[in-house]
């Protein structure tokens, strides 16, 4: 009986445990892509200067403008960001344990990666309204 490496003894079984300790990658997969894209997103929603992280995220945004009038709304209202980050988040995972297992897993991958943008592009159109209806 020829014996294996110890490396390969070693990742043969601590990486299958390392995964099957989690939940499932997908999510993680999906929240990671969510975080990477939110800011990125509300510089191209709301034109404020909000960037990919490699190049300054949120360091031009127009709230650190003093001469700017039209402030980010996701920025400015912490509440309105943390909803908008949450929310993306949430729903990529959520897609990923309430979609059948029946359906095909790379259009379920997929749904996860394209749920928390539609997410965004609806929030991002909710939130006039509500800033309407937050400083009345």
């Known amino acids: 009986m020829i014996k294996k490496p110890l490396a390969d003894r070693i990742t043969s079984w601590a990486l299958p445990f390392f995964l099957n300790a989690l939940p ?13 894209i939110i800011v ?7 034109n404020c200067g909000c960037t990919w992280p490699s190049l300054g995220l949120s360091d031009h945004c127009n709230i650190n403008q003093a001469e700017n009038t039209a402030k980010c709304p996701w920025c400015m209202h912490f509440s309105l ?5 949450g929310g993306a988040v949430s729903i990529g995972t959520l897609c990923h344990y309430l979609l059948p297992q ?26 006039p309204w509500l800033l309407l209806l937050m400083l009345r």
């Open 102 to 127: 029946s359906i095909s897993p790379w259009l379920r991958f997929g749904l996860m990666l394209i749920s928390p943008g539609l997410f965004l592009l609806l929030w991002s159109f909710a939130t």
């Open 40 to 46: 990125p997103f509300c510089g191209w929603a709301f």
């Open 81 to 85: 960001g943390l909803i908008a980050t």
């Open 24 to 36: 499932s990658r997908y999510p993680l997969i999906s929240f990671l892509f969510a975080m990477v």
